[in-house]
């Protein structure tokens, strides 16, 4: 069935109810030269058969990871995704994004959403969480901007070891609300502690900090919360949540408030979205967090049920004082966050982690014996490491991609004075084979 707003007859109508005479004279009043003289090339329409097979075309020239081997991670990872998520997250009943407006009527949806904020508390180490945020960004200018409305300061550190994207979304979100950055240099792959240091003050509402960094590299996350505490600082803490199988919660590290991307729980890559992100924090900051709470209570009968909680933080509610102008979370993608980390349990995430952490440093170890090449930075990584080449990087990506392997991320792009330097990231869902595979394609390059 074709899909027409209105018939010519309609049209006709509508303009003789209006009194115009004519399309044209409708748009009278736009001038000449800001029309589009000619005609939009768009095709006659296609029957459903026809229209399928032209997108099945458009869609195979896109490589993607089920016919490439990918080793790009740089925020969005490829993890293996049980077929339960989509099983359980395609329900009728949980199939929307979007936060309903009359919560309460949605039992299901508020109890998806408060198991979302405990297993998020539970890993971080954290008080309280969120509904979810739009992304990993997004969650950390969040954040910032809540240090800064605790300590009443307007200064935060940021590392030059935090996702170069995120940093740009910083200058989004607290340039405009007079908030100062200063970006602190890095040293051997890590935050460069000495200048971090020398930049602290009592003017620093916190200090920003991703551990793993974009660099894949484990910061020292205790030292560097208690250097802030040390000023009345706050420490914000940006993780990646499969490497809390194994490393120490950021509350055991100090932490104040923790953000991440939660797309490696149950969402695949999606071409860079839709992700979410995550936020938590101790429990006097609460009252400051953005985006919405879902807290659990009792009815007039005695049995639980789930609301949505301290509303007066949201925009809806205090438009001038809101502590954001988020009033919406990532639901349809927090749920597969949640029934993923759900079914894979404490065990199934230590093991997940434990293989990133091997299988990672097997192909880190493997690149540093290929002559011209050599791990670039010394110290404790997680799933992604740094690859110094004497060779193009490009040249060594452009070879790759002949054998259907996609290679590292350029760092060049982001950081000029790594401009011989590639980023990997190894997952789980990476064989020894495939690794080896990627070896043996980048020795072959000269």
Known sequence: MNYVPNTVDQQEQILTRIGVGSLEELFADIP????????????????????????????????????????????????????????????????????????????????????????????????????????GASALAEAALMSCDASRRKKVLVPQTIHPEYRE????????????????????????????????????????????????????????GQMAHAKGGLLVMAVNPVSLGLLKSPGELGADIVVGEGQPFGNPLNFGGPYLGFLACREKYV???????????KDKNGKKGYVLTLQAREQHIRREKAASNICSNEALCALAFTIHLSGLGKQGLKEMARLNL?????????????????????????????????????????????????????????????????????????????????????????
């Open 287 to 297: 009252r400051r967090m953005p985006g919405r709470i879902v807290g659990a209570t």
């Open 32 to 135: 000449e030269s800001v029309r589009r003289q000619a005609q939009l090339k768009i095709r006659e329409g296609l029957s459903e058969l026809e229209l399928v097979k032209y997108m099945g075309r458009l869609a195979a020239e896109n490589k993607t990871v089920e016919e490439y081997t990918s080793y790009l991670g740089a925020g969005a990872y490829e993890h293996f995704i049980p077929s339960y998520v989509d099983q359980l997250l395609l329900r009728s009943e949980f199939y929307t994004a979007y936060t309903p407006y009359q919560p309460e009527i949605s039992q299901g949806t508020l109890q998806a959403i408060y198991e979302f904020q405990t297993l998020v508390c539970e890993l971080t180490g954290m008080d309280g969480a969120n509904a979810s945020m739009y992304d």
């Open 169 to 224: 979304v910083l200058r989004t979100y607290l340039l405009p609300r007079g908030v100062e950055i200063l970006e602190i240099p890095y040293k051997e792959g890590a935050v460069d502690s000495e200048a971090l240091e020398k930049a602290l003050n009592n003017e620093v509402a916190a200090v920003l900090l991703q551990s793993p960094n974009f660099f894949g590299m484990i910061e020292k996350a205790e030292e560097i």
């Open 358 to 446: 091997q299988k990672a440093h097997y192909g880190a170890e493997e690149i540093g014996k290929l002559p011209g090449m050599s791990l670039a930075f010394q110290g404790p990584f997680f799933h992604e490491f740094v690859i110094k080449t004497e060779v193009s990087p490009r040249q060594i990506n452009e070879a790759l991609l002949s054998h259907k392997i996609i290679g590292g991320l350029e760092l060049s792009r982001f950081y000029p004075e790594l401009d011989q330097h590639l980023l990997f990231c190894v997952t789980e869902t990476k064989t020894k084979e495939d690794i080896d595979r990627l070896v043996a394609g980048m020795g072959e390059i000269q």
